[in-house]
């Protein structure tokens, strides 16, 4: 029997998948496919890294270790869900749910002082950030717009906010001492082991890492954030805010970009309260109060201050002085400052381009935007589109074209693979990373506070990346364009490998070029407005902004995007869409017990993965399973039996029901299997005789609170009757199995 891995996560793809994978597990088992969950949600990371402190009932095996080595073999078919990519923040409230119920977990040491907290720390800091996606992607991304999703929302188009060329909404980056102006980067002629090393002006050395083990072929790479620069730069656009009246913003990666954007977002909230940290910095930061944690954890950390109430009253008196800030949340007081992992630039600018430029006020009102960007890497893609709306209005997803991705990201490629390779400089010098035989490939003048990090960049996924570029070119008939910056240090190496790979592969009738990342979105967005398809070729980083930005435009949301991981070992890896607003979900069920999350990346991938079993292992009824389940979305879409936002209205649960109705009565029509027929004949007429019981069913359990035990931790009793509160589908479904 063939085996799906179904991974559990966090948040609302949780709790659909308490929904959904019953479903699943019964129409797969008609191809003989088992399938499987792996916990690899943040709670369940956290478990698995003290079992020596917990009782045997509570321990839990490392199912991510287990997960990254399946994914290096050609038997993997993984099934991913959006898992919490955690925050400092959110890490810690998690730990205090699990210490609440039971599990002996120490607290996070904040400032390690022994060995013993040292340990603790590292255990800790190896789940925070992005500490799942870089160990299962042993694949480069192919993501794309389904056309059954492109047509539906031809046909039935999301609001888009109209555009006016005096808009005031702009980027702010920067334009020296940031990442992409300091960087360098070399290839390396052979396999090597690298020290990263600080020499302090009294040549005073301090061994950053060591025994840093790379390939023959490799781009390393080594950069740094000036402290000093980015200071300057955040004051001169606190000031522009407040004079052009626009709102305030930030726009970091403080979750995946786990060392440097929470300290850049420090710098930001130092930069906007800069008055207060002057008068009261001392105090401040000898609570820990740095701000790397954002402004709510300063108001809960003043409590403990003896002037803890004037120091707050400081704070509130330059938030009505300053610069309007952009909010998350006006109703109740949450701003672009409050905490680092609401505010996430992939989801949070394209959402504002939507939305005519504008961000939410402190009054629940739209307005212009200043968006602060600070590392200049990638800001300008944003500020190209931004110039293009202003000068042609709003996009029309009716007749706009598609931008597709194909994304370097194996083997933890560039920015994404830095985390153990990125530090906060402790003292003024030179950072220099060297050979084995002692010779400085890479080295830095450095200030105390500077942010300093390398990259790798392994050979073999550069090389399967432009081998992927060729065929989706291919495939699809589109142009594809690499986005690349000829004037960054990495970007200019992997043009040159770039050009030397494509020579390996017949590119005769393919449009395949390379362009700097501003020019490439100038050239994308001009063609979408045309109705144009165009591939985008780019690093890791790029790979998730884009694939946020242009289905958001194009779609209404990126969780309707299909992705793919073809496994450089020749297993599937099958993501399932962003989780970027699965916060907000929960918070919904849990106040009126409706869950409004849309499954649709899950039923596009689950396709894709049973396909994956018919070209892998000839497994002729996933095939079937798999056709027919595009035709039930694709139904489902037209219906309109997607999730409605609203209490009272169809939500996660009955969009799962309706979902597992069209697919039955798809495979009960189908004449390539006869036996998958009969077996679906009698599952469709038992749905739809049940039909209208089950679908009342789950409206009327909408409208109350509900208990899931848990936020991180659910409780699995409670979880399961909230997600599944219809007997009567239930014993339809199981009795498949």
């Not at 399967?464 to 240090?489: C, E, H, N, Q, Y």
């Not at 030397?500 to 449009?511: M, V």
């Not at 036996?675 to 909408?702: H, M, N, P, R, W």
């Amino acid at each position: 029997m063939s085996k799906i891995i179904w991974t559990r996560t966090d948040e609302a793809p949780l709790l659909a998948t308490y929904s959904f994978k019953p479903i699943v597990e019964a129409f797969a088992s008609t191809a003989d496919i088992d399938v499987e969950t792996s916990d690899i949600s943040l709670a369940a990371r956290i478990i698995s890294q003290f079992p020596e402190r917990l009782r045997e009932d509570q321990k839990i095996d490392d199912a991510l270790s287990q997960l990254g080595a399946l994914a290096k073999t050609p038997e993997a078919n993984i099934i991913k869900l959006p898992n919490i990519s955690a925050s400092l923040v959110q890490l810690k409230k998690a730990i205090a749910e699990l210490q609440a119920d039971g599990y002996d977990l120490p607290e996070y040491p904040d400032s390690p002082a022994t060995p013993e907290e040292e340990e603790i720390a590292a255990r800790y800091d190896a789940i925070k950030g992005s500490a799942v996606n870089p160990v299962l992607r042993e694949g480069n991304s192919d993501r794309r717009a389904p056309q059954a999703v492109k047509n539906f929302v031809k046909k039935h188009p999301h609001r888009m906010g109209a555009w006016s060329a005096d808009s005031k909404t702009n980027v702010a980056t920067m334009d020296h001492g940031d990442f992409r102006h300091n960087e360098k980067s070399v290839v390396m002629p052979e396999a090597d082991t690298l020290t990263i090393k600080l020499t302090a002006a009294d040549g005073t050395e301090t061994i950053l890492l060591d025994g840093l083990d790379v390939l023959k072929g490799e781009v390393i790479d080594g950069t740094f954030m000036s402290a000093r620069a980015l200071d300057e730069f955040l004051a001169q656009q606190v000031k522009r805010a407040k004079e052009e009246g626009v709102l305030f913003s930030a726009h970091l990666k403080a979750t995946m970009m786990k060392v440097s954007d929470p300290i850049m977002f420090g710098h930001v909230v130092r930069a906007y309260f800069a008055d207060v940290f002057a008068k009261y910095g001392d105090e401040l930061l000898a609570a820990g109060l740095n701000g790397e944690n954002g402004l709510g954890a300063i108001y809960a950390g003043l409590d403990a201050l003896d002037n803890g109430a004037e120091i707050k009253a400081a704070f509130e008196a330059a938030l009505a002085a300053g610069p309007d800030l952009a909010m998350v949340n006006s109703a109740k007081g949450i701003t672009n400052l409050h905490v680092p992992s609401d505010v996430i630039i992939d989801a949070s600018m394209p959402a504002m381009i939507r939305t005519s430029g504008h961000m939410w006020n402190k009054n629940d009102e739209e307005q212009d935007t200043l968006a602060v960007i600070p590392d200049s890497s990638y800001a300008g893609v944003y500020q190209a589109v931004i110039e293009d709306c202003k000068a042609h209005g709003q996009f029309d997803p009716t007749t706009m074209g598609t931008v597709p991705n194909v994304g370097l990201m194996a083997q933890k490629a560039e920015e994404y693979g830095s985390h153990n390779k990125t530090f906060k400089i402790p003292a003024a010098g030179t950072v220099t990373v060297v050979n084995k035989a002692g010779e400085a490939l890479i080295s830095h003048e450095v200030e105390a506070g500077d942010i300093w990090r390398a990259c790798q960049t392994k050979d073999a996924p550069i090389q399967d990346w432009v081998k992927l570029a060729v065929t989706r070119s291919r495939i699809s008939g589109m142009p594809a364009i690499f986005w690349l910056d000829p004037t960054r240090g990495h970007d200019a190496q992997l043009i040159t490998l770039v050009k030397k790979y494509l020579g390996d592969h017949d590119t005769a009738g393919l449009d395949i070029t390379i362009a700097s990342p501003i020019e490439a979105t100038k050239t994308s967005v001009e063609r979408i407005r045309r109705g144009e398809d165009t591939i985008s070729v780019t690093g890791n980083v790029l790979r998730d902004y884009n694939t946020d930005l242009f289905p958001i435009l194009e779609l209404g949301t990126s969780a309707k995007m299909l992705s793919v991981v073809p496994l450089m070992a020749g297993g599937g890896l099958f993501e399932t869409g962003a989780g970027g607003s699965a916060p907000k979900h929960v918070q919904q069920v849990e106040e009126e017990n409706h869950l409004r999350w849309d499954s649709l990346g899950e039923f596009l991938a689950l396709a894709e993965s049973f396909r994956h079993e018919l070209h892998a292992h000839g497994n002729q009824k996933a095939g079937v399973l798999a056709a027919a389940l595009d035709k039930a979305t694709e139904k489902l879409l037209n219906e309109g039996k997607s999730p409605s936002r609203k209490v009272g209205e169809i939500d996660n649960r009955g969009s799962h029901f309706f979902l597992a109705t069209y697919w039955a009565e798809e495979l009960a029509q189908q004449t390539e299997d006869a036996a998958l027929s009969a077996t679906f004949q009698s599952l469709a007429q038992e749905l739809s005789s049940a039909a209208e019981e089950i679908a009342q069913g789950l409206l009327d359990v909408q409208g109350s609170p509900a208990d899931l035990g848990g936020y991180y931790w659910v409780d699995d009793a409670k979880t399961t009757q909230v997600m599944r509160p219809v007997a009567k589908f239930n014993a339809i479904i199981d009795g498949l199995k």
